[in-house]
């Protein structure tokens, strides 16, 4: 029995075991990229201003607390609004009173001149009764309308989920129609504004894709929207990147890389696996006849599992593959 689990660990061992190994590097054809900074913006982001007048008489929430849509904000005085309201709605409801009498009246009316029993001059005044009764009643219940408008107005909601990133307002503080009360965004869709150079504006419009760059992490997007002018001090052409960030945490104001394909070009690939880090150099060992040597080399732009070499490695040239574990089976020899 305790044989058998020995030549099972033996087994498994040889399996587990990573093996260094020699790999030719070839020059390959490789997407041409530009990379270009970008910002990340929230999609969702307003700045909600009061569209009445009166007194702060409630604050709700402050910068960084997280709102629901349609939560209460802020609340403002309504003694006024409230005053003004009632008054429409009074005379709103005496309007439909007389109007609805009018209407009775000339429906009566009506009925009589139909069968010649009243004089003409009266049927018109009747009808030119209820048309004027019906044009004030119609007018209160704009009026109720209004008033109702400016009543909610003390009143002001989330427009949707998000953080409050600026209050403007203060407890007691009297606004105005148009004063900002509480700016805010969301977390929940994010995208980046980048700029593109005319130079390349083309290029990007033919192939529209994007990888966006932040912290070793790659969000590939086709959803590009390119403003259709350059700006006139920069020359360059704003551009919005709709992206998923739902595994990558980011916030509004990060800086962030973007790289677009221009064309294509041909590049010397290495594996990853290839690269030795000490320090700030990096450096793969390289065959010589039957040795190795240490090379410091110079990288480029990655491509998955390879990364281009820009200056220290010719082309044909042999390169260790999982050099420590190369170090490891020579120590054992």
Avoid: C
Avoid at 95 to 102: L, P, R, S, T, V
Avoid at 156 to 163: C, E, L, R, V, Y
Avoid at 199 to 214: C, D, E, G, T
Avoid at 240 to 257: A, Y
């Amino acid at each position: 029995m305790l044989k058998n689990i020995l030549k099972l660990f033996v087994i498994l061992s040889i399996h587990s075991t990573v093996y260094a190994r020699w790999y030719v590097a070839n020059a390959e054809n490789v997407a041409q990229q530009r990379i270009l900074n970008g910002e990340i913006e929230a999609v969702n982001k307003a700045t909600v201003s009061a569209q009445t007048t009166g007194r702060v008489a409630k604050i709700n929430y402050d910068v960084d607390d997280y709102v629901t849509k349609g939560s209460i904000i802020v609340e403002f005085t309504n003694t006024v609004q409230k005053s003004r309201l009632n008054q429409a709605t009074s005379q709103m409801q005496a309007a439909k009173i007389a109007y609805e009498q009018a209407q009775k009246d000339y429906v009566r009316i009506k009925d009589v001149f139909a069968k010649k029993l009243v004089a003409k001059s009266q049927y018109d005044q009747a009808l030119s009764n209820r048309n004027a009764l019906k044009a004030q009643f119609e007018a209160a219940k704009a009026a109720v309308e209004a008033a109702q408008k400016q009543f909610d107005y003390t009143v002001i909601s989330a427009p949707f989920d998000g953080i409050v990133t600026k209050r403007f307002v203060e407890l007691g503080e009297t606004i105005n129609p148009g004063s900002p009360i509480m700016e805010g965004l969301s977390l929940s869709q994010l995208r980046v504004v980048t700029h593109i150079p005319e130079k390349i504006i083309m290029a990007v419009k033919n192939n529209p894709q994007a990888v966006v760059l932040f912290n070793d992490k790659e969000i590939k997007t086709d959803e590009i929207t390119v403003f259709p002018y350059a700006e006139e001090s920069t020359r360059t052409f704003k551009t919005r990147l709709e992206i998923n960030s739902d595994n990558v945490k980011l916030f509004p104001g990060m800086t962030v890389k973007v790289a677009f394909k221009v064309g294509e070009k041909k590049a010397l690939l290495i594996p990853k696996n290839a690269i030795i880090n000490r320090s700030e150099l990096t450096l793969v060992y390289v065959k010589k006849a039957d040795a190795k040597i240490l090379r410091a080399i110079k990288l480029g732009s990655q491509y998955e599992d390879k990364v281009e070499v820009i200056s220290g490695l010719h082309n044909g040239e042999q390169v260790l593959l999982n050099p420590l574990a190369s170090q490891t089976l020579e120590t054992q020899k």
